[in-house]
């Protein structure tokens, strides 16, 4: 049973540039949740997508914009960058996400993430 | 909204235990995580409370007092590969997903 994949791992950018960054959940599961981690402020919230919808949102500017395809692959895009958007962006999948029953009790599984550095 | 304080590093002894404390103020809730992080790595799951008391899974034990709004962490005969950080996290009620996250506690073991 796959993990939860996500790509690139590393990537470096310019301030005014966008990018964008995938994950793939963990095979079946339908929830997508994306962290971006800094030093200075940990793990925050971006949002969550459960079968093509965003259910959740995190108190991010309007740059950062994310969706969800039928296959449950999300992508995450994140425009004109910033140099405070140099973090680890990580995409989980809810460990309870098992199709029909679904009962998410919030314990997540993560992937390795993707570095992004904004010069 | 939420809030979680947990101490920023913590240095303990290989062998010894260590108890790594996680305040929280919630506008609602339903239950507190650990993970554990290792240096370059994604945080893995260790441990979830929903109610009051110790949960305890080999080394690793979490206790929480939901009135009090705390919880900690218990690594027991500490070793070298536990060094990481680890961080607390609070689901809120109605929003499993939006589980909002300590800036975690960095433990270094030392011999």
């Known amino acids: 049973k796959a993990g939860v994949t996500q790509t690139p791992r590393y990537l470096i950018k310019t301030r005014g540039q966008q990018v964008t960054l995938s994950c793939s959940p963990i095979?079946?599961?339908?929830?997508v949740s994306w962290y971006q981690q800094t030093p200075g402020q940990g793990l925050q919230f971006l949002f969550e997508?459960?079968?093509?919808?965003?259910?959740n949102k995190g108190n991010f500017p309007g740059r950062f914009s994310g969706r969800q395809f039928s296959n449950s692959r999300s992508e995450m895009n994140v425009s004109t960058l910033e140099l405070g958007d140099s973090a680890l962006y990580l995409c989980?999948?809810?460990?309870?996400?098992?199709?029909?029953?679904?009962?998410?009790?919030?314990?997540?599984?993560f992937g390795e993430g993707s570095r992004l550095t904004v010069l | 909204g939420q809030n979680i304080d947990q101490p920023t590093e913590m240095t303990a002894t290989e062998g010894a235990i260590v108890q790594i404390n996680c305040t929280y103020q919630t506008s609602g809730f339903n239950g507190l995580f650990w993970y554990q992080q290792h240096a370059g790595e994604a945080p893995t799951f260790l441990s979830y409370n929903v109610l009051d008391g110790l949960e305890e899974k080999g080394r690793f034990s979490s206790f929480l007092s939901r009135s009090k709004g705390y919880s900690y962490l218990l690594l027991k005969e500490l070793q070298m590969k536990d060094s990481a950080s680890y961080l607390c996290?609070?689901?809120?009620?109605?929003?499993?997903?939006?589980?909002?996250f300590g800036i975690g506690t960095k433990l270094q073991v030392i011999p």
């Open positions: 997508y459960f079968s093509e919808t965003q259910r």
């Open positions: 996290a609070v689901s809120p009620s109605g929003g499993y997903q939006k589980v909002t």
């Open positions: 095979s079946g599961h339908r929830s």
């Open positions: 989980a999948s809810p460990i309870g996400d098992r199709g029909p029953n679904f009962v998410n009790t919030g314990e997540l599984f």
